[in-house]
């Protein structure tokens, strides 16, 4: 049962990842996922 409720957190972690991933990459953003974390860019308009 508990390695189900992982299986399914996991699941839900990489859903939303690929959400996210989508969003930024809709407005020219990247999202790097890695062991120590994650960091995005996400370039603003009008913002230099």
Do not use: N, W
């Not at 508990?2 to 996991?10: M, N, W």
């Not at 939303?16 to 996922?33: F, K, M, S």
């Amino acid at each position: 049962l508990l390695e189900a409720a992982a299986q399914a957190a996991r699941e839900a972690a990489a859903a939303a990842t690929d959400t996210v991933t989508g969003i930024l990459q809709a407005h020219g953003g990247t999202l790097d996922v890695s062991k120590d974390g994650f960091r995005f860019e996400l370039p603003l308009a009008g913002v230099s």
